[in-house]
């Protein structure tokens, strides 16, 4: 395995970690009686070799990159960012590529994960135990902050189990952007690994994933999906950041 990306910020490390690309299945089975509609069909994508952020950002890297600014409801620099929208995301994934233009691999560029990007690496992305329903196990509890656990505030990442790639708080904790717009099924989904935008640079509802501390498990589940508009902020919403490596 490709050694994690490290990278120092304004004093602030985070890391970065290697996911091999492979082929899965996405979305939830017709016999899944705990799917939603819009979890479906279930269809084969290919995804790429890429990096992702072993936590969700965190308030100390927002910091970091944004002169101080931090407008979370749940302060503290280990837990993940959040009440900040789509738009607050590319603002801040604009700048950092800005101060790591020096230290990133060249013509590398930090984004958004796509939304299979985000599934594949949630199911531990080819290590990937077919069947389990969060990001390592078949128990949240395990591996994620949800309404039964969490005291219904966020929590400092990596306090829970990782997946299979070494992920943390994939579930729960916080919602996780992702940089697709919103589709209410996957017919005509790319299966390639590549965003699922029908208009480029046009107001649209967008996807994140992965469910938060104030919801119950079944909607954090690796499959299950959620949006809103690019301009929404909330305290349980958050992202992670990915590294193209083409």
Not at 48 to 63: E, H, I, M, N, R
Not at 187 to 207: I, L, T, Y
Request: glycine content about 10%; aromatic content about 14%; overall charge negative.
């Amino acid at each position: 395995m490709t050694d994690p990306h490290k990278e120092i910020v304004n004093g602030c490390e985070f890391r970065m970690i290697y996911v091999a690309g492979g082929a899965f299945e996405m979305g939830s089975p017709d016999n899944d009686t705990e799917a939603d509609s819009y979890e479906k069909p279930r269809h084969r994508v290919k995804v790429s070799d890429f990096y992702v952020g072993k936590y969700p950002v965190t308030q100390a890297l927002w910091k970091a990159v944004m002169d101080g600014e931090n407008p979370s409801v749940f302060k503290g620099d280990d837990r993940p960012i959040e009440q900040v929208s789509w738009n607050d995301a590319q603002g801040f994934i604009k700048r950092l590529n800005e101060l790591t233009d020096a230290t990133r691999p060249q013509g590398h560029l930090y984004r958004l994960p796509t939304e299979s990007e985000w599934e594949y690496t949630a199911r531990g992305g080819k290590y990937h135990a077919e069947g389990y329903k969060y990001a390592g196990s078949d128990r949240l509890k395990d591996v994620g902050w949800f309404d039964e656990n969490s005291g219904k505030e966020t929590k400092p990442v990596g306090q829970k189990t990782s997946n299979q790639l070494g992920l943390f708080d994939m579930n729960g904790n916080v919602w996780e952007w992702c940089e697709d717009d919103w589709h209410d099924n996957y017919n005509g989904a790319p299966n390639n690994g590549a965003p699922w935008v029908d208009h480029p640079g046009q107001w649209s509802f967008r996807v994140y994933r992965g469910g938060n501390f104030f919801y119950a498990a079944r909607l954090c589940r690796v499959a299950f999906r959620d949006y809103n508009t690019p301009s929404y902020r909330y305290r349980g919403l958050g992202f992670r950041l990915a590294l193209s490596l083409q």
